[in-house]
Structures are given as structure tokens and as C-alpha cells.
């Protein structure tokens, strides 16, 4: 084809759309990471979007699913640790809203985790076949875990007004910590993604921590039950911090912020992000090789 | 980049590291990697307790799939890239598309690429026809705007409307083939890289597809197509890469790359002229007066082979089969020469031999000439030696106007009189 008339054939939009020269060679992915995850941005969204519209396709009561886990959850902790082992409640909280809002966090925190670090291996196909950023793949189980984490908020401001509890004007900082939980379990999450593909162990050792978790974090029962001297060490789970939060939100006065123990699980926060992107991003490059 | 380069690549070599012998896995276990840092730190200790010096060699061996390639490709070629299995052409297209890096070298690329190493990668069997064709989109590379576009071309193509919002497991699988492969035809990068997708379809969706992918290089864009179908790479293709054990072998004119593959084929690349033994040498063999398997030969033609063969011993009562065989070794016909017992001593002897066979004999596809010589029934002298490779292309007798392969080891002229009463 000569010179003159490709010019003549190439519309206007083919050359606006035109990417600039790419250069593969060991090391240079790294480089234009962001920017790459920056134009895959419709991927992210449209992966999360498939993950919601198949999660209860093909099942009886379809997104009922979504309302029954946590609302049983909440009944047998709320037998269990009030009825039976008589905790109290702080003030005049219900307790079941105190088990609620600590259930909120917990499950977000749970489902992304269990959800993202099965995410690569599910996806292996594409992982296989197509490129784009990697992190995509876990980040978008993020949003799914958000919309079944919107209905359990659906079911918080029912029992709000079964219970006639008026929430605090903190009620107007959750949406801060709800971006806090989802960045609390992403760097875990990511960590264990990426080790996943290498060592398949970490798919038994999920259900362990998701297990362990739900009674080593304060989601039965308040954190102020913990003896004073341990609160510190045990804020460094990260979760209390972020469950803390949520209560101080929801049941305002009663459930006061310990300062220094929040700071504390910010800091883990930012330490598993940190660890969990890094890891990440060293590993990705080979993920193609080992899934 | 100059001279409308489109891709180039540059010393460009790809290592995997494989565990040596029967520790080789799938997957590694946690375990394993802990008990094999203890043993290596136990054989380390007891070493340095016996004085040697610690032993610190990797339990590993690099395995080069790609190895110093390189190539220039130019905007609007269509490149045949072909080679044995293992040969490295999908590792070659796994770094072009971006899903591993290269251990070594670099690649330039101008332009967009898109690639359909499976069809219907990411497709979601629970999720409609018309949620997929999104879901496949974006997963490509494209931008919603531009599927919105292009939707109602898209399922034309694959002719799929009235099952459109039916969950794609319940298609059959020929819909879901060509739904998914009607996606990626639409993409438009300047290059398209193919992986053996000629496969599936029934006749008349392949045809639409190389005229997809005619369509496709006559805007000016680049394919890479690779495929095991020769008579499809040399139909579609202007020029070709060759690899061979991770090496690129050869890259020009799309003919002599499937002559220099099929010699590569032969196992141990030994079929190049001249050849045979201590007893006879084949020197050259000619096809049509010019250099075997340089052109792509018509059916419809008459072939015309000479072969020179030179006798270095003195044998008596000789014949010479010439065996025509088919890539899957099946015997299309084999010819004999008897030299005649008259000729008395003739240690030294030259012959040219040649073959005249008639036209509309031979099927599309390639055959390979073998020579041997016996003295029948009594020895051996030269077993099937490789002469040449012939490669008919570009002819449709079997009467359909449709691009396939048609069965058969020959295809003779055969004139049908059909009677209706």
C-alpha cells in the first residue's frame, strides 16, 4: 500500500485514539503502572458490575441473601453474648445495634477478604490471556463487598427505627470510615492475593482468620469490656480501630474513641497498605507464569 | 519509529526457570518452599562442618522459550508466524500482548494492540449475550462509548439477535464462538494478533472471518496470525516469521518461510539438498525450472520435477521410488524408476531424473517427495530421503466458493455427468 493512499483511508478518529509508542522490556510495566490502571478504569467497573449481577443469579431468594447473613449473625451474637454471657450494653444502647454496628465493618472486612484473595485464581482465563493491571482483579471485589455492605446499612436504619434510637451527628463521619475499613482489609487482601498464586495454602487460611476474627475483634461485644491495661496492644488489630469507629458513629457518647489506640490501628492500616500494594506490584509481573 | 516499523523487536528473549527433574509443580505448597530452604540450609551446614566451600547452585534451570530475536514488522502486513509446537510463537505473542514481560531485549510497538489468543476469554456464562459483548469489550480494551457504537454490527456479524439477552451458557457452542469472536473483530487497533481461531466455526463463519481479516489489513492495520493451517497462512499472509526452539529461523516472503518450516519439520533438519549416503547423493531437485518450494504451486497447472541423483557406487539391478507423502505421512502415490540392467557398470553416474505429472492431480496443502533405492528384495541402498516439499495453494475444485480444506491425499480431475430423471 503506498503512502498516499493510507492517508487518504485513515479516518480522523483512528488518529486520535492513537496510542503513543510503547516499549516492552524487563522492568518498564513498573513505570507506567498508574497511568495503565488510570485507563483501565471502565474494566474496574465493569468487573465489579459482572461480580454483583452473578452473585445471586440462579438462587431462590437472590439478593435476600445479602439481608439474612448479617441479620442472623446479629441474632445469635446478641443471644449469645448478652443473654447468655450477660454483657452489658454502654447506656441505654441496644445491644443488638451495638453487635450491628460492629457486624457492619466486620463483614465488609471479611468478604473483601475472602473474596479478593480467591479473585486472581477465579480469574485465571484473563489473567492468562489479557493485559491490564492485576490489582484491578481484587480492588473490584471491594465494590462488591460495598453493595452488600449498603443493604446491611439498609437494615441498621430499619432497626434504628424498630429500636427508636436516634443516631449522633457522628453519624455524619461514616462514610470516612467506611472508605477506612475498605482500605483496612484491601492491604491484607492484597498480600494474601498475591501470595495465593504462589502458595495455594492461603486458600485454607482464609477461613481460619474470617473465623478467629469475628471473636478477636470487638464485634460481640464493645471494645471498652477489654482491660485497660491490653486496649493499646490490642488496638494494633487493625479492625478494632476501624470497628470503634463505626460504634462512635452510630451510638455517638456511648461508645467514646480511644484516641490512642485508634491512632495505633491507623498506623497497621497504612503499614498492610503499604506492604500489600508493594507486594503486589513486585509479584504481578509473574502472575501469568505461575497461575 | 522510521520506514512505517510497527513492531520491532531487539535481542528479545524470555527465560522461565523450571525445577529441576520430577520437582517440577503446577503450584508451589508453602511447605515445600519452607522444607526445601531447610534442607538447602542443612546441606549448606553439614558442607561448611566438612570443610568444602557451601554449595550455593540453584535448584532451578533457566529454560529460554525466546532467545535473541529480532524482527521488523511494518504497518499493514499480515505476518504468518509459524514454527513447530513449543517453537515459541506463543510466548512471543504472550509478551506482545503484554501478559508477561520479556527477561531480556525490548520490543517497541506504535500502536494499539488487541489480541484473540482465545476466543471468548472472560466471557461470563451466567450473563446475557448482550451483558458479554460489554463485559468481552471492556475486557479488550475498549471503551463503553465505543461498544455502544458498534453494538448492533457486532451482533449482526455473529447473527445472534434473537438470543441476545439469553445467558450465554445456554447458547450453543457455535453462537458463543462467533458472538465472542465478532467482539474482538471489532476492536480497531493497528494490530490484531491471531492464535489459531480458524478452528472453530462452521464454513460459512469462517469465511466471514478472513474476510474479516482481509478487511482488517486492507485499512492499513497489522495482523499477526498464527496458525498450524499453511494453506491458510499462505493464503492470508505476505510474509512470515519462522521459529524454531525459540529462535527465529527465518523471516521473508511467506513461501520460502513454509519451505524452511517444512524443513524444519523433518527432525533433524537434514532434508536440505544435497543429501543421502556413502552410496548415493541427491544434488538438486527443481520444480517447474526453478528452485524447489521457493513458489506456491497451482493444481490446476502441470508439475514438472527434475532431480539430479548421483551414484558413487557400482550397483546392479537398482530401483528408485519416488514416494509423495502428506503432512500427516499418509502415502498419496509413489512412482518407480528401474535402471536398466543393460547399462552394465556405472559407479559414478549421474542421472537427472524427470517427473511429468499431469494437472488437476494434486490436493491443496503440502506433500513431501521422499527418495529411496533398493535392489528389490535384496538390499537397501538409500532409505526415504527427504527431497522437496510442494505446497498447493489458492485453488477451490471442490466447487464451493468457500476458502477449506478438502479431504483427501489427491485430488485427480474427475468430470461428473449427472443424469435427473
Known amino acids: 500500500m503506498t503512502g498516499v493512499t493510507t492517508e487518504v483511508e485513515a479516518p480522523a478518529e483512528k488518529v486520535a485514539h492513537r496510542h503513543a509508542t510503547l516499549v516492552l522490556e524487563p522492568g518498564r510495566a513498573d513505570r507506567s503502572y498508574w497511568r495503565d490502571l488510570w485507563i483501565y478504569r471502565e474494566l474496574f467497573a465493569i468487573l465489579a458490575w459482572r461480580d454483583v449481577a452473578v452473585r445471586y443469579k440462579q438462587t431462590v431468594v437472590g439478593v435476600a441473601w445479602a439481608a439474612v447473613r448479617p441479620l442472623m449473625t446479629m441474632v445469635i451474637m446478641t443471644v449469645v453474648f448478652h443473654r447468655v454471657a450477660k454483657l452489658p450494653a454502654p447506656g441505654d444502647t441496644p445491644y443488638a445495634i451495638l453487635v450491628f454496628a460492629g457486624l457492619l465493618p466486620w463483614l465488609l472486612f471479611s468478604t473483601i477478604l475472602s473474596e479478593a484473595s480467591a479473585s486472581l485464581v477465579v480469574n485465571a482465563n484473563l489473567v492468562g490471556k489479557v493485559y491490564f493491571p492485576r490489582i484491578i482483579i481484587p480492588s473490584a471485589t471491594a465494590l462488591v463487598a460495598l453493595v452488600d455492605f449498603a443493604v446491611s446499612l439498609a437494615i441498621l436504619a430499619g432497626m434504628m427505627v424498630w429500636f427508636r434510637f436516634a443516631p449522633p451527628w457522628q453519624i455524619l463521619l461514616l462514610p470516612f470510615f467506611v472508605v477506612l475499613a475498605v482500605l483496612a482489609s484491601l492491604g491484607p487482601a492484597l498480600l494474601i492475593t498475591a501470595l495465593n498464586v504462589k502458595y495455594r495454602d492461603f486458600r485454607y487460611i482464609i477461613p481460619f482468620i474470617v473465623q478467629f476474627g469475628l471473636y478477636l475483634a470487638p464485634v460481640g461485644y464493645s471494645s471498652a469490656m477489654v482491660p485497660a491495661q491490653w486496649r493499646f496492644w490490642y488496638s494494633l488489630n487493625p479492625v478494632v480501630g476501624v470497628i470503634d469507629g463505626f460504634r462512635w458513629c452510630i451510638l455517638g457518647g456511648n461508645s467514646p474513641l480511644y484516641l490512642p489506640g485508634f491512632v495505633a490501628s491507623l498506623g497497621v492500616v497504612t503499614l498492610f497498605l503499604w506492604l500489600g500494594v508493594t507486594y503486589f506490584r513486585r509479584t504481578e509481573r509473574t502472575f501469568a507464569d505461575l497461575i | ?421
Open chain 2, 1 to 421: 519509529m522510521s520506514d512505517n516499523v510497527i513492531i520491532r523487536a531487539e535481542g528479545l528473549g524470555k527465560m522461565y526457570e523450571i525445577g529441576r527433574s520430577a520437582e517440577r509443580q503446577r503450584y508451589t505448597a508453602l511447605r515445600d518452599v519452607l522444607a526445601g530452604g531447610t534442607r538447602n540450609a542443612g546441606r549448606r551446614i553439614r558442607d561448611f562442618a566438612r570443610g568444602h566451600a557451601p554449595l550455593t547452585k540453584p535448584r532451578t534451570e533457566a529454560f529460554w522459550a525466546l532467545k535473541d530475536v529480532d524482527f521488523d514488522i511494518r504497518q499493514g502486513e499480515v505476518v504468518g508466524v509459524i514454527g513447530r509446537n513449543g517453537a515459541g510463537k506463543s510466548t512471543l505473542l504472550k509478551i506482545l500482548s503484554r501478559i508477561t514481560e520479556p527477561s531480556q531485549g525490548r520490543v517497541t510497538i506504535d500502536g494499539r494492540v488487541a489480541s484473540l489468543l482465545e476466543v471468548g476469554t472472560g466471557f461470563h456464562p451466567e450473563l446475557t449475550g448482550r451483558e458479554n459483548v460489554y463485559l468481552n469489550g471492556a475486557i479488550l480494551g475498549m471503551t463503553r462509548g465505543e461498544i455502544r457504537r458498534k453494538f448492533d454490527e457486532i451482533v449482526d456479524f455473529a447473527a445472534v439477535e434473537r438470543f441476545i439477552d439469553t445467558p450465554v451458557k445456554r447458547y450453543s457452542s457455535g453462537m458463543y464462538v462467533r458472538l465472542a469472536f465478532a467482539v474482538a473483530a471489532h476492536l480497531e487497533p493497528e494490530i490484531l494478533v491471531i492464535d489459531e481461531v480458524l478452528a472453530v466455526g462452521d464454513v460459512e463463519f469462517q469465511k466471514k472471518c478472513l474476510g474479516k481479516m482481509k478487511e482488517v489489513s486492507s485499512h492499513g492495520r497489522t495482523v499477526l496470525f498464527v496458525s498450524h493451517n499453511l494453506a491458510a497462512v499462505s493464503a492470508l499472509c505476505s510474509t512470515s516469521l519462522v521459529f524454531d526452539r525459540g529462535n527465529l529461523a527465518f523471516q521473508g516472503p511467506v513461501s520460502s518461510a513454509i519451505d524452511t518450516y517444512l524443513c524444519l519439520s523433518t527432525d533433524d533438519g537434514e532434508s536440505c539438498l544435497p543429501a543421502g549416503n556413502s552410496a548415493i547423493t541427491i544434488r538438486s531437485c527443481t520444480i517447474n525450472t526453478t528452485a524447489a518450494g521457493v513458489e506456491p504451486l497451482s493444481s490446476r497447472d502441470p508439475l514438472r520435477i527434475d532431480i539430479e541423483i548421483e551414484q558413487l557406487v557400482n550397483i546392479r539391478g537398482a530401483r528408485y521410488v519416488f514416494s509423495f507423502y502428506r503432512p500427516d505421512e499418509a502415502l498419496a502415490f509413489a512412482v518407480a524408476w528401474h535402471v536398466p540392467l543393460a547399462a552394465g557398470e556405472n559407479s559414478g553416474e549421474r542421472y537427472r531424473v524427470t517427473l511429468n505429472l499431469p494437472p488437476e492431480t494434486f490436493n491443496y496443502g503440502s506433500y513431501r517427495l521422499d527418495i529411496r533405492c533398493a535392489r528389490p528384495r535384496v538390499e537397501m541402498i538409500l532409505p526415504n530421503t527427504t527431497v522437496c516439499h510442494l505446497n498447493f495453494i489458492g485453488e477451490h475444485r471442490h466447487g464451493s466458493t468457500v476458502y477449506e480444506d478438502w479431504p483427501g491425499a489427491m485430488l485427480p480431475r474427475c468430470d461428473l455427468d449427472v443424469l435427473v430423471h
